[in-house]
């Protein structure tokens, strides 16, 4: 089992960054894929971002591409999201997720753990 606990989302203006946290506890954290996905209201979960077991390879949402930074610390077993240039259409509980093989994934049914998730609102 490996738990996860995502922290520093909040309330921002369009334009502005925020720095997300997600702390993995439990089973070893280094030989897992991270993703971050994120739903907002009315809408399907979507992938953000992801990076593989050991940080060298990541993928982004074409939405976010250039904006968005994933990255990670196995010895701290944490994942950051590092998000600047933020726009209304970022808003939404943004959740931080693992998967088990360490391959890198876009689809939310491949990743077998996942975080409750952190409110991310971003004003015009």
């Known amino acids: 089992q490996v738990q996860l606990v995502e922290s520093g989302g909040g309330l921002v203006q369009a334009g502005g960054s925020l720095r997300l946290t997600c702390a993995a506890s439990?089973?070893?954290?280094?030989?897992?894929?991270m993703g971050w996905f994120r739903q907002a209201p009315g809408k399907e979960r979507e992938f953000v971002a992801t990076?593989?077991?050991?940080?060298?390879?990541?993928q982004y949402a074409d939405s976010v591409k250039g904006r968005f930074t994933i990255s990670r610390d196995n010895a701290k077993n944490t994942v950051t999201l590092q998000m600047n240039s933020l726009k209304p259409e970022d808003t939404a509980v943004y959740y931080c997720?693992?998967?088990?093989?360490?391959?890198?994934?876009?689809?939310?049914?491949?990743?077998?753990?996942w975080g409750l998730g952190t409110q991310v609102t971003v004003s015009s």
């Open positions: 997720a693992a998967e088990r093989w360490g391959a890198i994934e876009t689809r939310a049914s491949e990743y077998d753990y």
């Open positions: 439990g089973r070893s954290f280094s030989g897992y894929a």
């Open positions: 990076v593989s077991w050991g940080g060298g390879t990541t």
